[in-house]
């Protein structure tokens, strides 16, 4: 079982470029949580999918970022024409019911 | 909103002595909630959890106590390592939503 997946583990963008993140999740799980996370601070929740299906996106912003979970495939955070400010770590979580196992995030670096 | 917080942003423990690593929680419906582990560069780790019918549970080394009169919880780490350092969390699940709500962490240092 490897776990959950994200990949890339880096990625550089200038700003305007679109950032797209990847998450496959633990084997047998079908629900998916993107968190970001600052520098020192703490995880702030984006978006819960479960597959082919958004289930709260209340936490994530209205523009620019969307979210997918399709059948085949892992989970995508897509970020439209990166500002500095989207600078950050992004986690991705999955879950069977209680509790998550996060992945190593990908750390989105705006030049 | 949800909020979790935690009363020390950093904490130093010399190897050997025990860490204690507190938190508080609003939600008096949360009746769950888990520690995490994260160490710099990685995800968060799973150290331990505890549901609301309980006030407290061991696991290897660590304990969590659980004070729902106060909505405080608490981390302890026995016979604190290096392999300890790290940024720890608590979250909490509120039931009123499908997100655990997670804490600014706190960052404990284990001097040799």
């Known amino acids: 079982n490897a776990g959950v997946m994200q990949n890339p583990r880096h990625l550089v963008r200038r700003r305007g470029q679109e950032a797209r993140l990847r998450c496959s999740p633990m084997?047998?799980?079908?629900?998916v949580y993107w968190y970001r996370q600052l520098p020192e601070e703490g995880l702030k929740f984006m978006v819960y999918?479960?597959?082919?299906?958004?289930?709260?996106e209340s936490g994530m912003p209205k523009e620019r970022f969307s979210a997918e979970f399709p059948k085949e495939g892992p989970s995508i955070l897509r970020i439209q024409q990166v500002v500095r400010g989207d600078s950050a770590a992004y986690f991705c979580?999955?879950?069977?019911?209680?509790?998550?196992?996060f992945g190593s995030g990908t750390r989105l670096t705006v030049v | 909103g949800e909020s979790v917080g935690l009363h020390l942003p950093t904490l130093s423990v010399q190897e050997g002595d025990n860490s204690i690593i507190n938190c508080a929680y609003s939600?008096?419906?949360?009746?769950?909630f888990i520690w995490y582990k994260q160490e710099s560069g990685k995800g968060p780790q799973f150290i331990i959890d505890?549901?609301?019918?309980?006030d407290k549970r061991q696991g290897q080394r660590v304990t969590v106590l659980l004070n729902k009169t106060v909505k405080h919880l608490s981390l302890q780490i026995a016979a604190t390592q290096p392999g300890d350092s790290a940024v720890y969390f608590c979250?909490?699940?509120?039931?009123?939503?499908?997100?655990?709500?997670f804490g600014t962490g706190t960052s404990l240092t284990v001097i040799p």
């Open positions: 979580a999955s879950s069977q019911g209680h509790g998550y196992t």
């Open positions: 084997k047998g799980h079908s629900h």
């Open positions: 999918l479960q597959k082919e299906n958004i289930i709260d």
């Open positions: 939600n008096s419906a949360s009746d769950y």
């Open positions: 505890i549901r609301s019918n309980m």
């Open positions: 979250a909490e699940d509120p039931r009123t939503g499908n997100q655990f709500y």
